[in-house]
Nanobody, 123 residues
Framework: QVQLVESGGGLVQAGDSLRLSCAAS????????MGWFRQTPGKEREFVAT????????YYADSVTGRFTLSRDNARNTVYLQMSSLKPEDAGVYFC????????????????WGQGTQVTVSS
């Protein structure tokens, strides 16, 4: 069992930066992909980025490549999503997730989910 707690959301202006955190309750996350998804009302959960806990290899959605950066802190069991040059279309509830399947852009690949943190970007 892995419990995930997101934090760091808020209201920002377009062009601003924001850093989201995802703290995991479990120390050993070996073999897990730690993903971020976002969701807006009436839409499906959308893949944003994911990072492999072991290797640090990260993948990003095309829409955020070059603006968002993932990192992890093994000692704190925490994954960070640094978001820069935010756009209004980046707004939504951001969810952190953990899973071991290899279909890493598919929400179904992730077994554990946090409660989400709201990101609002004003134009």
């Amino acid at each position: 069992q892995v419990q995930l707690v997101e934090s760091g959301g808020g209201l920002v202006q377009a062009g601003d930066s924001l850093r989201l955190s995802c703290a995991a309750s479990r120390r050993n996350l070996s073999g897990y992909w730690m993903g971020w998804f976002r969701q807006t009302p009436g839409k499906e959960r959308e893949f944003v980025a994911t990072i492999n806990w072991n290797s640090g290899l990260a993948y990003y959605a095309d829409s955020v490549t070059g603006r968002f950066t993932l990192s992890r802190d093994n000692a704190r069991n925490t994954v960070y999503l640094q978001m820069s040059s935010l756009k209004p279309e980046d707004a939504g509830v951001y969810f952190c997730a953990a899973g071991q399947r290899t279909t890493i852009t598919d929400p179904a690949a992730y077994r554990y989910w946090g409660q989400g943190t709201q990101v609002t970007v004003s134009s």
